[in-house]
Nanobody
Framework: QVQLVESGGGLVQAGGSLRLSCAAS????????MGWYRQAPGKQRELVAL???????NYAEPVKGRFTISRDAAKNTVYLQMNDLKPEDTAVYYC?????????WGQGTQVTVSS
């Protein structure tokens, strides 16, 4: 069982920035990948960014060039730096830890971008 604790959401104006954090209860390099998903009201959960143990990173097209995923091995933490935020980025953001036997999700953190 992997526990994930997210923080950093909030309300920001369009063009602003936020940084999300996700602290894992295990060595993040024992996982296949960690990443961020988001779910807006009435929509399906979608991938935002994913970093594999190898270091390969994938971003969703809408966030390329604006969001950056990174990790701190010493803190077992993954971050999502979000710049130039837009109203369409408004959603609940969920941290994902992908393990060989299961995927684990954080509780979610709300990001609201006002126009």
């Amino acid at each position: 069982q992997v526990q994930l604790v997210e923080s950093g959401g909030g309300l920001v104006q369009a063009g602003g920035s936020l940084r999300l954090s996700c602290a894992a209860s295990t060595n993040i390099f024992s996982l296949n990948a960690m990443g961020w998903y988001r779910q807006a009201p009435g929509k399906q959960r979608e991938l935002v960014a994913l970093v594999r143990t190898s270091g390969i990173i994938n971003y969703a097209e809408p966030v390329k060039g604006r969001f950056t995923i990174s990790r701190d091995a010493a803190k077992n933490t993954v971050y999502l730096q979000m710049n130039d935020l837009k109203p369409e980025d408004t959603a609940v953001y969920y941290c994902l830890a992908s393990h060989t036997v299961a995927n684990y999700w954080g509780q979610g953190t709300q990001v609201t971008v006002s126009s």
